[in-house]
């Protein structure tokens, strides 16, 4: 059972920081890209970050690059998300999700970032 848990959300004004982390269990997940996505208030989910297996290569949504970074502890089956440089439009439902396939196939429950101005 693929279970995934995102925890370490909360509220900062603009320019703080925050630090997601996403629990896996079920599987070798450092063999397998994990990534994180968000949902805005009235808006459909978009691509946050990934990274690879044990390369571990990343990749970045263009308005995340230089503020959000992603890594990995493989042996703790954990991903991060460090986030700095916090806007207001930062303010999202954020999740992570494991693609095991050709697709993201399993997402967490999602935490919630609230940024003030």
């Known amino acids: 059972q693929v279970q995934l848990v995102e925890s370490g959300g909360g509220s900062v004004q603009a320019g703080g920081s925050l630090r997601l982390s996403c629990a896996a269990s079920?599987?070798?997940?450092?063999?397998?890209?994990m990534g994180w996505f968000r949902q805005a208030p009235g808006k459909g989910r978009e691509f946050v970050a990934a990274i690879g297996p044990s390369d571990p290569s990343t990749t970045y949504a263009d308005s995340m690059k230089g503020r959000f970074t992603i890594f990995r502890d493989n042996p703790r089956n954990t991903v991060y998300l460090q986030m700095n440089s916090l806007k207001p439009e930062d303010t999202a439902v954020y999740y992570c999700?494991?693609?095991?396939?050709?697709?993201?196939?399993?997402w967490g429950q999602g935490t919630q970032v609230t940024i003030s101005s």
């Open positions: 079920g599987r070798t997940f450092s063999l397998f890209p």
């Open positions: 999700a494991v693609r095991l396939g050709s697709d993201w196939d399993y």
